[in-house]
């Protein structure tokens, strides 16, 4: 078993009918981005540029950030590799460089794209950053907790500003780069339609959303029990985001932890993913996932899934796809 998952690192990551799916890494160090290069990744599909930011006292700068970026660019030699904006916050607020708000209800509260566009200098010199590690190789910048328009109308005002500044200081800059957001607050989710005009792609960030679907805290344990990928409003969620996402042809993938587990992987090929990001640790487990899927039969058999019920009916749709 160990030595077919190594023989793995080196497949092609292919449906039984040809189809190729992209797997991404999901890094929070510098280590994470080597094992995702070692196990054939297709690229980075979430860096949580916040693993700079944690466990210290002074905040890191431009030159700082820039190495980091550019350090894990040049590490995936081609590959793409998607930055996102520090979402600090909530779940991730040991980051004492930064003096966060004390909020009764933190997860509600000024937290990623919110925090960002309040500390626009933060922001600025993030996005320089990025935009100096693209002239290295494909970079993506996305942005977490999004839901409204303006907040990605503000970001990408700054990114254009911060690429003019950076052409004028002499520094390369790729010639193009994306900018997306993150879905995980359910307004992005169901207003998609309405927002997508301001993205050139999407992640689908099912921690989070799960979380606010369901109204239950993604880390606290008494009520683990109702945090489920598998509650039906979560498989209509992710069913609309798609649709929504083909009837505009925007490149959509999904990067919360349920990518990363394989008894998910037939159910996220048959409601239309064709890239998925997640911890280097699952990727082998689920290319092997993959190879043993028929895209073509998934996708028939789709249907069922959005009729089912309940937590226990959606199981037995998976279980028959
Ligand atoms: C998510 O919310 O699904 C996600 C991938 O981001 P994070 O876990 O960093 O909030
Ligand atoms: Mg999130």
Known sequence: EQRSLVRLRVAATRTRDGVDIALMANAESRDDVARARQLGAAGVGLLRTEFLFLQRTEVPDEEEQYAAC?????????????????????????????????????????????????RPALLRTQLRAMLRASAHGPVRILVPMVSQREEMLAVRRHLRECERELRREGHPVGAHTPLGAMIEVPAAAFALATLLDTMDFVSIGTNDLIQYLLAADRGNDAVGALFSPLHPAVIRALHEILAACRRTRKPASICGEMAGDPQYTRLLLALGLTELSMHPANILEVRAAVRRCELSALRRRAGALLRARDRSAVERAVARL
């Open 70 to 118: 550019r350090d894990a660019v040049l590490a995936m030699e081609g590959r793409p590799v998607t930055l996102r904006t520090l979402d600090l916050g909530a779940d991730k607020a040991d980051a004492s460089g930064i003096a966060l708000p004390r909020e009764p209800n933190p997860a509600l509260g000024l937290r990623g794209v919110r925090l960002a566009l309040a």
